[in-house]
Nanobody, 127 residues
Framework: QVQLVESGGGLVQAGGSLRLSCAAS????????MGWFRQAPGKERQFVAA????????FYEDSVKGRFTISRDNAKNTVYLQMNSLKPEDTAVYYC????????????????????WGQGTQVTVSS
């Protein structure tokens, strides 16, 4: 069993930065690929970024490439999402999730393939 707790959300002006953290409980964290998803009101949950268990491979949704960076520290059981040059359209609740499936560009984008989810943290970008 893995429990995930996100933090770091808040209100920021367009062009600003935030760093989200996702702290995981459980000794098997390092065996999970981790992803970040977001969901805006009235919209489906959207893939943002993912990172393999070894941190050797990262994946990004096209609209965040070059602005967001996902990383992880397995010694601290934590995954991060550094968000720079934020835009109003980045406003959403951000969720971290963990999966033990083999991480490919297709699998990491599919919410049903994730085993564990955090409760979410709100990110609001004002124009």
């Amino acid at each position: 069993q893995v429990q995930l707790v996100e933090s770091g959300g808040g209100l920021v002006q367009a062009g600003g930065s935030l760093r989200l953290s996702c702290a995981a409980s459980g000794r098997t964290f390092s065996t999970y690929a981790m992803g970040w998803f977001r969901q805006a009101p009235g919209k489906e949950r959207q893939f943002v970024a993912a990172i393999s268990w070894s941190a050797g491979t990262t994946f990004y949704e096209d609209s965040v490439k070059g602005r967001f960076t996902i990383s992880r520290d397995n010694a601290k059981n934590t995954v991060y999402l550094q968000m720079n040059s934020l835009k109003p359209e980045d406003t959403a609740v951000y969720y971290c999730a963990g999966t033990r499936i083999r991480d490919t560009p297709q699998t990491v984008r599919a919410p049903p393939l994730y085993d564990y989810w955090g409760q979410g943290t709100q990110v609001t970008v004002s124009s």
